[in-house]
């Protein structure tokens, strides 16, 4: 294996491993935590039942992302979900005006934009993705 596939490799799980995470510890507290994402959008201009109804999907998508990713499950079609769900995230930020989560989130994106950019050295994957 070489330096540039190990590291796609470390990287790709650990963005896997992050993104499932997030997902796994809010799945026991859902009520909770749709509850207060949803508290948060009160005063913007997106509509709270929509708002509530991502909510309840959040912590699954992240599961299920996170799983995609930790295995290589064709990587590209998984990063570029991935990347949709971080602009969906990033949109959601701006009507909250809330810019420090942005920036974290844009670390994502920038981590999402390495491995896809780098796909050509991933290895150990479930279902290797062509990087064409």
Excluded at 29 to 47: D, H, I
Aim: hydrophobic share 55%; aromatic share 14%.
């Amino acid at each position: 294996m070489s330096n540039h596939q190990l590291a796609f490799l470390l990287a790709r799980i650990t963005l896997g491993i992050n993104f499932f995470f997030h997902g796994f510890v809010r799945i026991p507290k859902l009520e909770a935590f749709a509850s207060g994402l949803t508290q948060g959008f009160k005063g913007t201009m997106l509509p709270l039942a929509l708002v509530e109804m991502i909510a309840y999907a959040i912590p699954f998508i992240e599961v299920i992302l996170g799983l995609l990713i930790i295995f290589g499950v064709a990587s590209k079609k998984s990063l570029t979900a991935t990347a949709i769900f971080i602009i969906m995230l990033i949109t959601g930020c701006a009507f909250k005006e809330d810019w420090g989560a942005i920036g974290t989130q844009m670390l994502y994106a920038l981590f999402i934009f390495f491995l896809l950019k780098n796909l050509e050295y991933e290895v150990w994957a479930v279902k290797k993705s062509s990087s064409k």
